[in-house]
């Protein structure tokens, strides 16, 4: 499966952004979602993770009640609603896709086997 996200942009503190990761090559409900940013200098680190139905997700405390993840199989893409934005928040948004049989979620990178080009969010004060 291929992904590709999009979506970023330069907003002020407090705005919205939605970022999209749209598949391609495989079906995406096939596959459990995670979310990541790195920013400039720092380590890659998980943001949000849904499972291949949607039914389970998984958020870092850093975003949980600001960000939102979901799902629209049927259009083969996953989104991340990010209100409320921080300049904390600044950092190359990536996703990552793992095949599973299961409802399961993945927090780890090294548990994801295929990943998107990043797209930049940076959040000005």
């Known amino acids: 499966v291929q992904l590709q996200a999009s979506g970023g942009g330069l907003v002020q503190a407090g705005d919205s952004l939605e970022l999209s990761c749209a598949a391609s090559?495989?079906?995406?409900?096939?596959?459990?979602i995670g979310w990541f940013r790195q920013a400039l200098g720092k380590e890659r680190e998980f943001v949000a993770t849904i499972s291949r139905a949607g039914t389970m997700r998984y958020y870092a405390n850093s975003v949980k009640g600001r960000f939102t993840i979901s799902r629209d199989n049927a259009k083969n893409t996953v989104y991340l609603q990010m209100n409320s934005l921080k300049p904390e928040d600044t950092a190359v948004y990536f996703c990552a896709a793992r095949n599973t049989v299961t409802g399961a979620y993945y927090v780890r990178g090294d548990d994801y086997t295929h990943w998107g080009q990043g797209t930049q969010v940076t959040v000005s004060s």
């Open positions: 090559g495989r079906a995406l409900s096939n596959y459990a």
